[in-house]
């Protein structure tokens, strides 16, 4: 029993490797299609649980334009609405 647990953790571990290596080969493209690939090979009464993964993943790794945030910080400090950094520590007590 042990020597077939063993065997399959070496294999697991050799297709997770295999994966891995393909995929720093793959291009968007490819990508693509592998994912085309994996849904339509989604039983259809877990498609639903499949999109609310993707949505929230692309969610959480989705950025605002760091150029907009640039922009927007430019514009509070040419507006004045900034804090002056010798009153960021006021209130805060040291012991």
């Known amino acids: 029993m042990m020597i077939k647990s063993v065997k399959m953790r070496m294999l697991n571990t ?3 490797i295999t994966i891995e290596v393909e995929k720093a080969k793959m291009r968007t493209t490819d990508y693509a299609q592998a994912l085309h690939k994996e849904i339509d090979q989604t039983p259809a009464e877990h498609l639903a649980a499949l999109l609310n993964i993707v ?4 969610e959480s ?8 945030s640039v922009e927007k910080g430019l514009q509070e400090a040419l507006a004045g609405e900034g804090e002056d ?3 960021l520590w ?3 007590d040291v012991d």
């Not at 949505?55 to 692309?58: I, K, S």
């Not at 790794?61 to 907009?68: D, G, I, M, R, Y």
């Open 85 to 87: 950094i010798s009153t």
């Open 90 to 92: 006021d209130g805060i």
């Open 55 to 58: 949505h929230t993943f692309r």
């Open 14 to 16: 050799t297709r997770f």
């Open 61 to 68: 790794v989705s950025l605002k334009s760091p150029l907009a």
